[in-house]
């Protein structure tokens, strides 16, 4: 069965289990399939109305299904269905049983050690090197799109990106169709976005950034939560982190080249898989490095590692 040749009801096709949560722009069920034609023995159902998929508005762009279709990796929420009806469209996707990673941080957690978040983020990469590889530029990493899903109760579990909605094929696309709206994505921002510029692998890539400072941090954003202030601190180019944290020489130039003002001077995607945060478990002290000297100033401040988004630091 082809997901975008699904005309029937979905509730004929599909048996509503309980609600799972409300997403930016709809609703979202658990279900069960009332055909074997899916392995799944459930689903999850995001219904999102017409309302939000306005071509002319912009407010939400139709979804595309061949975006789904052609993607494979484990790491990355498999689409099984769509139904259309007149109230909307009803995308059916692979359920995962651990929710999601903003709730995982909130609940216990709190917020990853250092070993952990590179755990994390080497399966969210794995999944994003499948978007890169098709082309697709997913323009809303965050953690409430990064689900989580266990195979035994006890079981590390596999993290996949999720809610393509706003994903693009950069090959197809227009620019005009990968700018994106402001509204929804404040504490995501990154600066293409605040100067209204098309989005390219490079927004991905201070996306992936900012997930992982919020990880380590306790969902802290690198240029605070006030969404007031936050244009001017991504512009004023300056984020900090506590020295107390020890966070390795790895992870901090992970951080740097991901968070780069400048698309061109951001790490391309290539260059931050192979990143020894990713590739390898070295862990390389900062405290045991030198900075060089005519940067010394702009990084040490009491008790804080400060870096400056429009600059990079060399170590030696």
């Known amino acids: 069965m082809k997901p ?35 392995s799944e023995p459930q689903v999850a159902i995001k219904f999102v109305p017409w309302k939000f998929i306005d071509l002319s508005a ?10 789904y279709l052609s993607l494979s990796s484990k790491n ?61 530029v997913h323009r809303d990493l965050k953690a409430s799109n990064i689900f989580m899903h266990y195979e035994t109760q006890h079981a590390v ?8 909605g706003s994903a693009r094929d950069m090959a197809h696309a227009s620019k005009a169709d990968l700018r994106m709206q402001v509204a929804g994505y404040y504490l995501y921002l990154s600066p293409e976005i605040i ?14 950034g900012v997930l992982l400072y919020s990880m380590l ?15 001017k601190r991504i512009a004023a180019g300056r984020y900090t982190i506590s ?17 780069q003002y400048d698309p061109e001077k951001r790490a391309d995607w290539l260059a931050l898989r192979s990143h020894p945060f990713l590739s390898t478990d070295k862990y390389t002290p900062m405290e045991s490095l030198k900075v060089a000297h005519q940067q010394q100033h702009q990084i ?9 988004i429009r600059h990079k630091v060399d170590f030696v």
């Open 243 to 259: 020295k107390h944290h020890h966070f390795s020489k790895e992870c901090l130039e992970f951080l740097a080249d991901c968070l």
């Open 76 to 136: 990355v929420v498999r689409l099984l269905d769509v139904c259309e009806d007149s109230g909307g469209m009803h995308f059916v996707q692979e359920f995962c049983n651990g929710g999601d990673l903003h709730q995982y941080l909130v609940g216990d957690k709190h917020k990853l050690n250092e070993k952990e978040a590179r755990a994390f983020m080497r399966q969210i990469c794995d999944g994003y090197n499948e978007l890169f590889l098709h082309g697709v």
């Open 4 to 38: 975008h040749e699904s005309s029937s009801s979905v509730w004929d096709k599909y048996r509503p289990v309980r609600p799972l949560g409300t997403g930016t722009f709809g609703k979202i069920t658990l279900a069960e399939p009332i055909s074997t034609v899916l």
């Open 300 to 308: 040490c401040e009491a008790g804080k590692w400060v870096f400056d």
């Open 195 to 208: 100067r209204n510029e098309p989005l390219t692998a490079k927004t991905d890539i201070w996306l992936l």
């Open 58 to 67: 912009c407010s939400l762009e139709r979804p595309d299904p061949a975006l």
């Open 217 to 231: 941090l306790g969902l802290r954003r690198p240029f605070g939560t006030d969404m007031s202030e936050l244009p």
């Open 157 to 164: 579990p596999t993290l996949k990106i999720g809610d393509l």
